[in-house]
């Protein structure tokens, strides 16, 4: 499976931005999808995943205010990012795991700034 994630950009705080990750190939058997950022000069972090069914989870520090979602019928797994902070900037990427093996896409750069 290949994975492109798209949807950044410049945005000030407390806005909203969506990002989307966009899966073409096989995407059967994919047990659970991710969003990860990765902060300049810090360690990738990992921020949401939504199950096969549906289920999601959260980090701590992006709980309330974002969102996953997925679109089947599209093949796109969704980011809602809302009242967005200066901290929140950096590298999205978005990940599938099927079985013990994990595909990454190349991120895209959010900048939350005035």
């Known amino acids: 499976v290949q994975l492109q994630a798209y949807g950044g950009g410049l945005v000030q705080p407390g806005h909203s931005l969506r990002l989307s990750c966009a899966l073409s190939?096989?995407?059967?058997?994919?047990?659970?999808m991710s969003w990860y950022r990765q902060a300049p000069g810090k360690e990738r972090e990992w921020v949401a995943r939504?199950?096969?069914?549906?289920?999601?989870d959260y980090a701590e520090s992006v709980k309330g205010r974002f969102t996953i979602s997925r679109d089947n019928a599209k093949n796109t797994v969704y980011l809602q990012m809302n009242s967005l902070k200066p901290e929140d900037t950096a590298v999205y990427s978005c990940?599938?795991?099927?079985?013990?093996?994990?595909?990454w896409g190349q991120g895209t750069l959010v900048t939350v700034s005035s």
């Open positions: 990940s599938a795991a099927r079985g013990s093996i994990v595909s």
């Open positions: 939504i199950y096969g069914g549906g289920t999601t």
């Open positions: 190939g096989s995407v059967r058997g994919i047990k659970y």
